[in-house]
T-cell receptor, first 108, second 113 residues
């Protein structure tokens, strides 16, 4: 079983749609959690950290459920520029574990 | 600031050859890491360093060596290249304990024939 699992997609949605990605992790002692964005053939970049209380950054909302070992990312009012692969990342003692990513394509 | 730089961008090796992938950062970050990214598997941690003179193994360290003689540089050495090491390699850095954001270099695409 992979340590961090994501639905690989692809998710193909129209502009303006709301889309949600899920991620589960196996190490219950994991300490911090993130969503990264990766454009095709580029390096990953931090989208947002994920906190137990949930956090929002504009159109993006991230949630963490430690009891269920589950992380989510919600994107509202999708833009064409949101097309990318979204990586779920879980940290335990400086060992960052990445999910394989969920690919999103937003279409006009 | 250049951020995290990696050289070369592309490399083709024959099986058994050795080489060093270079990584440098100019942000005075304590922590540096090397990852490989393969299709369908996400990024996997090879080695990491929490400061000059300190390195540790990640998830997939076999076949790779690292050293951290300065804060700025964190080279990755392939001792005897194998086709299974064909991958995209990313170097990353972050400020230190308690810092969230990792900054990634642009990657090195390595093919071993």
């Amino acid at each position: 079983r992979k340590e961090v699992e994501q639905d690989p997609g692809p998710f193909n949605v129209p502009e303006g749609a709301t889309v949600a990605f899920n991620c589960t992790y196996s190490n219950s002692a994991s300490q911090s959690f993130f969503w990264y964005r990766q454009d095709c053939r580029k390096e990953p970049k931090l989208l947002m950290s994920v906190y137990s209380s949930g956090n929002e950054d504009g159109r993006f909302t991230a949630q963490l459920n430690r009891a269920s070992q589950y992380i989510s990312l919600l994107i509202r009012d999708s833009k064409l520029s949101d097309s990318a692969t979204y990586l779920c990342v879980v940290n335990f003692n400086n060992d960052m574990r990445f999910g394989a990513g969920t690919r999103l394509t937003v279409k006009p | 600031n250049a951020g995290v730089t990696q050289t070369p961008k592309f490399q083709v090796l024959k099986t058994g050859q050795s080489m060093t992938l270079q990584c440098a950062q100019d942000m005075n970050h304590e922590y540096m890491s090397w990852y490989r990214q393969d299709p369908g598997m996400g990024l996997r941690l090879i080695h990491y360093s929490v400061g000059a003179g300190i390195t540790d193994q990640g998830e997939v360290p076999n076949g790779y060596n690292v050293s951290r003689s300065t804060t700025e540089d964190f080279p990755l050495r392939l001792l005897s290249a194998a086709p299974s090491q064909t991958s995209v390699y990313f170097c990353a850095s972050r400020e230190g304990p308690g810092s969230d954001e990792q900054y990634f270099g642009p990657g090195t695409r390595l093919t071993v024939t």
